[in-house]
């Protein structure tokens, strides 16, 4: 059983985290894999930017006609990482979390409602009359730096940690921050910031973030 043997020093500490290859599987890869598309194989960890990787795979669910429907019927059959409920709790009863992914509510919920529904921010679909993805929608432009200079502006100091290049204005814009269990080439690009690889090594790098 995951614990943190830390105590907060102070009030004033914020986690915020990515979702997909954190807490939970990397949701499209398993669309690919049940689907047997490959190209939807492809994640933020292959492609930077984010709206080139959402468009590409729009047309590729168009290509093929897979429904909303035809990925929560994938999503359902997904469970947590081994040890993301016990760590999550252990976070939330040392400290804050927010989870602060690209992923939409659409695929979360299930998984979220097995993670006990911590706080969650994400986007959201547009789905038309067919149950086809039309489009989606984004809070505002680089949204993860913004959740993390929103917690700035109320005074608290953020902790982050994310494995993709969408994540890495969070870290950026973050007192401080490290990587979990990322690709070779997040690591190559992104030198400076330590890694994680397990919950255990997880929780030494936060409690000596503190």
Request: aromatic share 10%; glycine share 2%; net charge negative.
């Amino acid at each position: 059983m995951i614990t943190l043997a830390f105590k907060l020093k102070d009030d004033m500490h914020i986690i915020c985290s990515d979702l997909e290859g954190v807490w939970i599987p990397e949701i499209w890869v398993n669309v690919a894999q049940k689907t047997g598309i490959d190209e939807l194989k492809l994640t933020t960890r292959d492609i930077k930017d984010y709206d080139e990787l959402m468009t590409y795979r729009l047309k590729i669910l168009k290509q093929h006609k897979i429904t909303l429907g035809d990925i929560q019927d994938v999503i359902a059959t997904l469970k947590p990482l081994d040890g993301a409920l016990e760590m999550i709790k252990s976070l939330q009863a040392q400290s804050r979390l927010i989870i602060v992914s690209d992923t939409f509510l659409e695929f979360a919920q299930p998984l979220m409602k097995q993670l006990d529904y911590p706080t969650l921010f994400c986007h959201s679909l547009e789905v038309d009359d067919k149950d086809m993805i039309v489009g989606y929608k984004i809070r505002q432009p680089d949204p993860k730096r913004q959740v993390v200079k929103a917690l700035q502006s109320l005074k608290y100091e953020v902790i982050a940690f994310g494995d993709s290049y969408n994540d890495m204005s969070m870290l950026e814009q973050a007192e401080k921050a490290f990587l979990y269990r990322p690709p070779q080439v997040v690591i190559d690009d992104y030198p400076q910031y330590p890694i994680a690889t397990n919950y255990d090594e997880m929780k030494v790098l936060i409690e000596s973030m503190y």
